[in-house]
């Protein structure tokens, strides 16, 4: 069945430190990977993708995310991170097919403190 | 740059009642989809339609939803007879032909029902 694992419910970091959110999801032949960021009260906004080509992407406000096909991973990750950054980050993964749905994980909370 | 725009941002509704959510997909986009997200957890997948019929739909759009395009550029999310655990943040997104199985998502209507 199609899933997409994200084990941390919560990751409590400080300031200025960094952080990584994981992401898995279960094998396909071909898939296309999203991380998108929900600030509270507000709606989905995307953070970065993995369509094709580099493993290594990189989104908006200083995230990245490796795609690891042996792993079935899709990790994101930030060198330092600000307390802007709090918020529910959702990956997302497209298995193709007819209709491209997405399939969302549970969400991670990111709760920096300073 | 264009978006995806929902209306109302929030609508609140008594049990039994008939609502229609609205969405205005970004224009010459192709396919539409609608996603619920039920406060504190993940978004889920409702349904998806392309070229004026429903493509896929999940285990939740029952007989009580239904979805409409009207008149080529909204795109509608009815849900007959609301029950209480209909209250969720609805999630509309449009993909184009280009776009390459990216989804643009709307704001979401926050739908509450008593």
């Known amino acids: 069945a199609q899933s997409v694992t994200q084990l941390d419910s919560q990751v409590p970091v400080f300031e200025e430190a960094p952080v990584e959110l994981r992401c898995n999801y279960s094998s396909s032949v071909s898939v296309y990977l999203f991380w998108y960021v929900q600030y509270p009260n507000q709606g989905l906004q995307l953070l970065l993708k993995y369509l094709s080509g580099s493993t290594l992407v990189k989104g908006i406000n200083g995230f990245e995310a490796e795609f690891n096909k042996s792993q079935t991973s899709f990790h994101l990750r930030k060198p330092s991170v600000h307390i802007s950054d709090t918020a529910e980050y959702f990956c997302?993964?497209?298995?193709?097919?007819?209709?491209?749905?997405?399939?969302f994980g549970t969400g991670t909370l990111l709760a920096v403190q300073p | 740059e264009p978006e995806v725009t929902q209306t109302p941002s929030h609508q609140v509704t008594q049990m039994g009642q008939e609502v229609i959510l609205r969405c205005v997909p970004i224009s010459n986009h192709l396919y539409f989809y609608w996603y619920r997200q039920i406060l504190g957890q993940k978004v889920e997948f409702l349904v998806s339609?392309?070229?004026?019929?429903?493509?896929?739909k999940s285990e939740i759009f029952d007989d009580q939803f239904s979805v409409e395009r009207p008149d080529g550029s909204n795109f509608t999310l009815k849900i007959r007879s609301t029950k209480l655990e209909d209250s969720a943040m609805y999630f509309c997104?449009?993909?184009?032909?280009?776009?390459?199985?990216?989804?643009?998502f709307g704001p979401g209507t926050r739908l509450t029902v008593l």
């Open positions: 339609f392309y070229n004026n019929e429903i493509s896929e």
């Open positions: 997302a993964v497209n298995y193709g097919g007819a209709t491209n749905k997405l399939i």
């Open positions: 997104a449009s993909v184009g032909r280009s776009s390459y199985n990216e989804q643009f």
